[in-house]
């Protein structure tokens, strides 16, 4: 895409896409609007496997809704567009990997962007915060979302002082799964992104409609539908070429050939 707030570049079975609304790399509703129709078509593109997402510049990942664009008549309860805001964390059936690259400050919406992939990647200079609780504000996916990845009494410092975690400390709590040095960021993030989209599709949406199923469910319940082929990705992959190639694979010795079917 050319003159957009978001950049996208097929790379093989990878889709790059990068957010540029100089200067912050903020969100209206507009750009959520445009992001939600990026990744639905990511979503529902069989040659795709992998998105890379990051912010453009090396200043900003992205800080979340664009107080100015509110202030000019963007209401925050406006529509967002397919996925919600960002057009990822409402995003049904997303089964395809999703890798966070954070070039630099990441916070408030942006910090529920991140947390919506399933890697994050940072840049040794980056920061995190959930400043909302200074405007008076809820921030709400990241509420739902961070007490169950960190550590509950951090994620609660985060959103009730709305403090800020360099990236060391971001590391240290699992906020982030690497942390890189910036001219290097996204060479590592290709890098993982090349890897998993050479791995087998299949495989990965299954994992991850069991771990969303396994969010609001027993772990007895969710081994249940396992085993009973009640989920349908596990259904499609136990009925697969890439089931029987996977076995094929390593009887003779070889590497896969993964076709995604």
């Known amino acids: 895409m050319t003159d957009s707030p978001i950049r996208t570049e097929r790379r093989g079975h990878v889709l790059e896409v990068t957010l540029d609304r100089p200067k912050a790399n903020a969100i209206d509703l507009a750009t959520s609007r445009l992001m939600g129709q990026v990744f639905a078509d990511f979503r529902d593109d069989p040659d795709l496997r992998v998105a890379l997402v990051t912010g453009a510049g090396q200043k900003f990942f992205c800080p979340g809704w664009d107080?100015?664009?509110?202030?000019?008549?963007?209401?925050?309860?406006?529509?967002?567009?397919?996925?919600?805001?960002g057009g990822l964390q409402e995003l049904r059936d997303l089964n395809k990997p999703v890798i966070m690259a954070v070039n630099g400050i990441c916070?408030?919406?942006?910090?529920?962007?991140?947390?919506?992939?399933?890697i994050i990647l940072a840049a040794d200079h980056a920061t995190f915060a959930l400043p909302e609780?200074?405007?008076?504000?809820?921030?709400?996916?990241?509420?739902?979302k961070l007490p169950k990845r960190i550590p509950y009494h951090i994620a609660m410092e985060m959103l009730l002082t709305g403090r800020w975690l360099d990236v060391a400390e971001a590391a240290r709590w699992g906020v982030v799964n690497h942390v890189y040095?910036?001219?290097?960021?996204?060479?590592?993030?290709?890098?993982?992104?090349?890897?998993?989209?050479s791995g087998p599709p299949l495989v990965y949406a299954a994992i991850k409609e069991i771990v969303r199923a396994a969010e609001d469910s027993s772990f007895q319940n969710t081994m249940n539908r396992i085993t009973k082929r009640q989920f349908a990705t596990v259904e499609r992959l136990y009925s697969?070429?890439?089931?029987?190639?996977?076995?094929?694979?390593?009887?003779?010795?070889?590497?896969?050939?993964?076709?995604?079917?």
């Open 67 to 85: 107080l100015k664009a509110a202030a000019e008549g963007d209401a925050v309860d406006g529509d967002y567009g397919v996925g919600g805001f």
């Open 107 to 118: 916070c408030g919406g942006g910090l529920e962007l991140a947390l919506s992939g399933d």
């Open 133 to 144: 609780i200074r405007s008076g504000t809820v921030a709400d996916a990241a509420s739902v």
């Open 181 to 197: 040095p910036a001219e290097h960021l996204m060479a590592k993030a290709r890098e993982m992104a090349d890897l998993l989209a």
């Open 240 to 261: 697969s070429e890439d089931q029987l190639e996977g076995a094929r694979a390593f009887a003779e010795k070889r590497d896969p050939v993964w076709k995604g079917r």
